[in-house]
């Protein structure tokens, strides 16, 4: 992944750049070489590595924007045959040069194009896609790291 950052929208060490999307955060699979990712390398295009944070939370639980953006595209990975990863998803280009992915939502509430506030709510939680119970996946990318093709 390369991506380009303006060093001035780096955070001051104690300050978030991101609030968290949930309510309540807890952290069921952490990012990189976990041990799920392991055993399960298929799922991630045959690397042992998890591109995000997953966090267990109920199914319907509100997904909160981390911060303000403009919606830039929503799927549902379900719809197309041979290709369950996400379920439904949500990815959101923000002004600091960072875009959030979140999968696996019951309910996409956003449209493309749409512009969020920080902490308005943007879906909720479910367990769409490849999923092994009600969760919220996070991944944070560049934003002008990421291509979103249509199938």
Known sequence: ?????????????????????????????????????????AV???????????MGTPTGSKIFAPLAGTVRATGNTDAVPGCYSWGKWT????SNGLSTLYAHQSVISVVPGQHVATN????????????????????????????????
């Not at 950052?5 to 001051?12: A, C, K, M, V, Y």
């Not at 952490?30 to 390398?41: I, M, P, V």
């Open 1 to 41: 992944l390369q991506f380009i950052l303006d060093p001035s929208s780096i955070p001051t060490p104690g300050t978030a750049v991101f609030n968290w999307p949930l309510s309540k955060v807890i952290i069921t699979q952490y990012f990189g070489g976990t041990e799920f990712a392991k055993r399960n390398a």
């Open 44 to 54: 991630y295009g045959g690397r042992a590595y998890h591109p995000g944070i997953d």
């Open 91 to 94: 990815l959101i280009d923000h």
């Open 120 to 151: 308005e709510v943007i879906g909720y939680s479910g367990s769409t896609g490849y999923s092994t119970g009600p969760h919220l996946h996070l991944t944070v990318y560049a934003k002008n790291g990421v291509t979103v093709r249509r199938f």
